[in-house]
């Protein structure tokens, strides 16, 4: 098994530029996240999904929109990109129940925005 | 006021001594609560979850301790592998969300 895979790992933008991030999983999770880690901060949501074809705004979404189409997909889109989004970007899936509350992360997406 | 909050450090430490580090949370209805590790430039793993009566997983104990709200991560006999960032996770149980603290560094030292 894979687990959480990510691409690209690494993505250098100009301003307003657009670009997708995919996030894969390979363990049949129910949820799935998008995180952003900046320094000297903890990891915040941006947007998360409990089930193909739903999605829900997490902590700090603006800027940013996602796409279930899939199971094991989760991808993250970002229209028209900005300087205060680069960051480091880290998808999660977990299982549904009571108990299951160990996410798993992938290798992280490093974007930077010029 | 962060949500969770840690002492960054970094602790500096050497190879063999008993470490410890706590982390606070603000929200007195906070559920559950994990440690996570991470080293340099990669993901976050869990490292293990904190039980309301304590508990230990090798050489790791997590504590917690509701009436103060904060909950704590002791390592003993520790290894130069140990030396890592450690991510204090707070889960308010009325949605799916955790909540992270910004990290403690620590190094272990041969």
């Known amino acids: 098994n894979a687990g959480v895979t990510q691409t690209p790992k690494f993505r250098v933008l100009k301003t307003g530029q657009s670009m997708t991030l995919l996030c894969a999983q390979d363990m049949n999770h129910e949820y799935m996240y998008w995180y952003r880690q900046d320094p000297g901060m903890g990891l915040r949501l941006i947007h998360y999904s409990v089930g193909e074809g739903t999605t829900a705004k997490g902590e700090v979404p603006d800027g940013y929109n996602v796409s279930r189409l899939k199971k094991q997909n989760f991808l993250l889109g970002l229209e028209s990109a900005a300087p205060s989004q680069t960051s480091v970007y880290f998808c999660?899936?977990?299982?549904?129940?009571?108990?299951?509350?160990?996410?798993?992360f992938g290798p992280g997406t490093r974007l930077t925005v010029l | 006021r962060k949500e969770v909050e840690q002492d960054p450090g970094p602790f500096n430490v050497p190879e063999g001594a008993t470490v410890a580090f706590n982390c606070t949370y603000s929200?007195?209805?906070?559920?559950?609560f994990f440690w996570y590790r991470q080293d340099c430039r990669k993901e976050p793993k869990l490292l293990m979850s904190v039980y309301s009566s304590g508990n230990e997983d090798g050489r790791f104990t997590a504590q917690l301790n509701r009436a103060s709200q904060y909950i704590s991560l002791l390592i003993r006999d520790s290894k130069l592998s140990d030396s890592a960032t450690y991510l204090c996770v707070v889960k308010r149980d009325s949605n799916y969300q955790l909540i992270w603290g910004a990290g403690t560094k620590l190094i272990i030292k041969p």
């Open positions: 929200n007195s209805a906070s559920q559950s």
């Open positions: 999660a899936s977990s299982y549904i129940g009571v108990g299951t509350d160990t996410q798993y």
